[in-house]
């Protein structure tokens, strides 16, 4: 169908949608009818926003998350344009846009763990490890630093600032450097495996400061036993994984059906998630054991001879729930924060900050053949794992409205300002 002339996208359609959901008179309907008709029809103009601006963000060479980011920040802030209906409480009340942003959440740390190699991560190089160690203790360090002096933040919640900038993305560089045909280079090989060692040192730091905000204090032995139940943890699901995975790809190998598969791949990190949750872990660190674990894992399917791993089958039910957990995160920025110089003068700190903690770790590297600067350039994207950890800040309560916004701003700011920063570098790949 040509939609050109279909009259779909038309002017009357928009502006249909836009009237029905945010119209006052919504509340006409009653009980159960009520609450499926505000699901549903937020849930259509959440998707067509967020898919439009992230496809428009997609041809100027901006990450399609930044695009679904700012369609919940443009939800969000409609009082601004007059428009009185509630939609970030909508979303933070409501059953369906809870659940649908926390599976989105998991599955997004599923899908990391998968993009992880564990392998991989046991013999990298010791200059990938000097770039995502240092790439992870300069961002905390200095963001715990300056967020009391910025009247962001203190206490625990100065450190969730800077775990929250610790993070690095491995899509968005790694889509930039396969772009410009430079992923088998050395430079590009120590990005790479430095920003999935981020990861992992991200996640670990995260179940330390959430088993702290759980326990309501801070001290040695309260830290070691976070430390042991975390190790525990990890430890325990290796060994259960080498136990049970080769069994349950072997009994799962039966059907031939792709979804009996994306739906066992389903199961297993809900199930990762769940233990997590038990063991008093954050529920998105199981989930991320679980796709790390299951790393590489193929199938043979049909009467050819066809491969297909977890993530690929997996992301039709992503591209479903990323929108949802990406315009929920938009939805909470208050614009209005930013009309104060003061909260502007912070974003524009903690940004020239995030981009020097990231970008300084480049020059440590040993060895000929490198380019410092571009691999400290690679590591400034903090895309969609920053994103988690401030989401999950906010949602316990440890980040305020003007923090939560700085940080979320910052975040989307690192993910454009990144690939900018890193393409003239490429050439002494």
């Known amino acids: 169908m040509n939609r050109s002339k ?69 939800l969000g802030n409609l009082a601004l344009l007059g428009i009185d209906y509630p939609v970030t409480e909508t979303l933070l009340h409501s059953g369906f846009m809870q659940y649908g942003s926390e599976l989105a959440v998991i599955l997004l740390l599923f899908l990391v763990g998968l993009e992880s190699n564990l392998k991989e991560l046991m013999k990298v190089g010791i200059n990938a490890t000097v770039v ?16 009391p002096a910025l009247g962001i933040a203190t206490g625990l919640s100065a450190w969730f600032v800077g775990a929250t900038l ?13 772009e410009k045909n430079v992923l088998k280079a050395k430079s590009s ?4 495996a430095a920003a999935v060692i981020d990861d992992v040192l991200g996640i670990l730091l995260l179940a330390i400061l959430a088993g702290i905000l759980a326990d309501g204090a801070v001290s040695v032995m309260s830290l070691g036993m976070i430390t042991l139940k975390t190790v525990l943890f990890f430890v325990g699901s290796f060994i259960f994984a080498q136990i049970a995975f080769p069994r349950v790809i072997r009994i799962t190998s039966v059907s031939e059906n792709s979804g009996f598969w ?25 989930a991320f054991v ?52 003061g909260t502007i003068l912070a974003v524009v700190l903690v940004l020239i900050m995030a981009i020097f903690s990231k970008g300084i770790a480049g020059i440590f590297i040993r060895g000929e053949g490198f380019d410092k600067i571009g691999i400290g350039l690679g590591m400034i994207p903090r895309g969609e794992v920053g994103l988690i950890f401030a989401a999950f800040a906010i949602g316990h309560h440890v980040f305020t409205e003007k923090s939560y916004s700085i940080l979320v701003l910052v975040v989307l700011l690192t993910t454009v300002l990144g690939p900018i920063l890193l393409k003239p570098r490429l050439a002494k790949f």
């Open 6 to 74: 279909s009259g779909l996208f038309g002017w009357g359609w928009r502006a249909l949608l836009v009237w029905a959901v945010l119209s006052p008179s919504l509340g006409v309907a009653s009980g159960s009818n009520q609450v499926f008709e505000t699901n549903t029809l937020l849930l259509v103009v959440l998707l067509l926003s967020a898919k439009w601006l992230g496809f428009l963000c997609s041809k100027f060479g901006i990450p399609e998350l930044v695009g679904e980011i700012f369609a919940g920040i443009a």
């Open 132 to 147: 995502a160690f240092l790439g992870v203790v300069f961002p905390v360090f200095l963001g715990a630093w300056m967020a």
């Open 166 to 178: 610790a993070a690095t993305s491995v899509g968005i560089t790694a889509k930039v450097l396969k």
């Open 189 to 192: 090989q120590v990005i790479l």
């Open 262 to 286: 994306a739906g066992s791949a389903l199961a297993i990190a809900l199930l990762f998630a769940q233990v997590s949750a038990w063991a008093g872990l954050a529920p998105i660190i199981g």
């Open 290 to 341: 679980g796709g790390l674990l299951l790393d590489d894992v193929h199938f043979v399917t049909g009467h050819k001879i066809q491969k297909h791993n977890f993530e690929h089958l997996l992301m039709p039910v992503m591209d479903v729930l990323l929108p949802i957990f990406f315009v929920s995160i938009g939805a909470q920025v208050n614009l209005t924060a930013f009309t104060d110089f």
